[in-house]
């Protein structure tokens, strides 16, 4: 059973517009999540992070926000740019965990249009 | 060369063959890790190594073996392999495997086709 889902497998933005990625998650151990980048031909890198004490973090044009109860998070990307055109995946681990105990969603790509 | 390296980029190989994928980390990091990407699936950890000592068997069949000679280098050596191990295959490394806000930095993969 999936407990980290992204359940929408991909997004189409305009450039310049905001995108927005979504994240849902099941297990309520999770209290820190991250969000990787991956380019075809190229290995996943990390974008951004938050911890279950703050509810948004921002990095740039990169904004991840978190709400605890609904135990969802979403990534905001603004404005976006071809270049940010991508596989997103989302993570979720424990603050008391290794990075073994690391779980990904599936990933959404991420298209903008020039 | 810096970060992550992983070779080969693409390898074929028939059920019977046996191969190796090699990476190689130049970022100091202590922890390794091979990682399993199958189509429209998770990322799945396959092993974990931490100061060349494996901690972390995440139940991977026994026709996958990896090895790990030191803390920069770690191979996966494949034999008899199924169709469906054809993947995507991810080295990672990490400065801190018990810290649970140490990134993982990955490898470019390698895309493997069993035939």
């Known amino acids: 059973d999936q407990q980290v889902k992204q359940n929408s497998p991909s997004l189409s933005v305009q450039e310049g517009r905001i995108s927005i990625l979504n994240c849902d998650y099941t297990n309520s151990m999770f209290d820190y999540f991250l969000w990787y980048k991956k380019y075809p031909a190229e290995g996943p890198t990390f974008l951004i992070s938050i911890s279950s004490i703050k509810d948004k973090n921002e990095d740039g044009r990169f904004t991840v926000f978190l709400n605890k109860s609904a135990k969802h998070l979403s990534l905001h990307i603004v404005p976006s740019q071809p270049g940010d055109s991508a596989v997103y995946f989302c993570a979720a681990n424990s603050r008391t965990g290794a990075n073994s105990k690391l779980t990904f969603g599936k990933g959404i790509t991420l298209s903008v249009r020039p | 060369e810096t970060g992550v390296t992983q070779t080969p980029r693409h390898l074929v190989m028939g059920m019977t063959n046996k191969k190796s994928l090699k990476c190689e980390q130049h970022l100091g990091h202590n922890a390794m890790y091979w990682y399993k990407q199958s189509a429209k699936k998770p990322l799945e950890l396959m092993f974990v190594y931490n100061f060349k000592e494996q901690t972390e068997n995440n139940s991977v069949p026994s026709r996958f073996s990896p090895e790990c000679p030191n803390s920069s280098h770690l191979f996966l050596h494949l034999h008899t392999l199924q169709p469906e191990d054809s993947a995507l295959y991810l080295c990672?490394?990490?400065?801190?495997?018990?810290?649970?806000?140490?990134?993982?930095?990955f490898g470019n993969g390698t895309r493997l086709t069993v035939t």
């Open positions: 990672a490394s990490s400065q801190d495997p018990d810290s649970y806000n140490s990134p993982l930095h």
